[in-house]
């Protein structure tokens, strides 16, 4: 299986997000939404793994990196309650790749300032991204290029009606710079679940984000190493 699909090509596909033109991309993200909200399986009865959060037959555990990542950007990931309890989230991948204190998962859809004044602290610290695209978002490639690297990124998880309605209605997330990964890596994971690559796993979008962060190719390798396991 190939990895490493960032280095190759000519940047042209914009991932998870809008195409320049905006018919095209309107079509895409609603034909992605459409597939991400049918009905999804839950695993109710099935004993799950704590780590990796895999039904215990398929645990991915053996996959993931032996050691956490060192990384030294901070991802929040907000989450949508409803992703929690798929059964194909990435999220607890992630989170089983990277060292606690560099990964934290806030799950909910409205997130004031009173109820989380740490976030947003975090939202108002200049150096903070949020990774959402859209015609207000640099790309996070011109972002890496910067002699001062932004230290936080955001990530919401959700489908896209969801992920809209999380960013559009809290203040909070409208605070840092809005970035967005703008290269034509394919998805090696939804590829199975979703009409078009282009959309990426909450995951994989992290892996890339910091492997363009902290210049590493090899993070993007070793968190979606995992993702060839899936099925
Ligand atoms: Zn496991």
């Not at 859209?134 to 959700?158: C, F, K, Q, R, Y």
Request: hydrophobic share 35%; aromatic share 6%; charged share 20%.
């Amino acid at each position: 299986m190939e990895r490493g699909a960032l280095a190759g090509g000519s940047a042209a596909a914009e991932v998870a997000g809008p195409a320049p033109t905006a018919a095209l991309a309107e079509e895409e993200r609603e034909s992605c939404a459409g597939l991400w909200e049918l009905p999804v399986e839950r695993c109710e009865r099935r004993p799950e793994c704590g780590r990796c959060g895999r039904p215990q037959k398929v645990c991915l555990c053996p996959f993931l990196p032996v050691h956490p990542l060192k990384v030294s950007t901070c991802l929040y990931i907000i989450q949508h309650p409803a992703e929690e309890s798929r059964v194909l989230r990435t999220v607890p991948l992630l989170v089983a790749c990277l060292p606690p204190d560099k990964c934290k998962v806030l799950i909910g859809r409205r997130f004031s300032e009173d109820r989380y004044p740490e976030l947003a602290a975090v939202c108002r610290n200049p150096s903070t991204l949020i990774l959402y695209p859209g015609a207000e978002a640099t790309n996070l490639e011109e972002i890496a290029l910067m002699p001062s690297s932004p230290s936080v990124m955001i990530i919401i998880d959700g489908t896209w009606s969801q992920a809209k309605d999380i960013f559009y209605k809290n203040s909070l997330f409208r605070l840092p710079k809005q970035v967005q990964l703008k290269t034509n890596i394919s998805s090696q994971y939804v590829i199975r679940t979703q009409p078009t690559n282009t959309c990426l796993s909450t995951l994989e979008c992290a892996a890339v984000a910091l492997t363009i962060m902290e210049k590493n190719k090899s993070i993007q390798e070793q968190c979606c190493f995992t993702l060839d396991f899936q099925g």
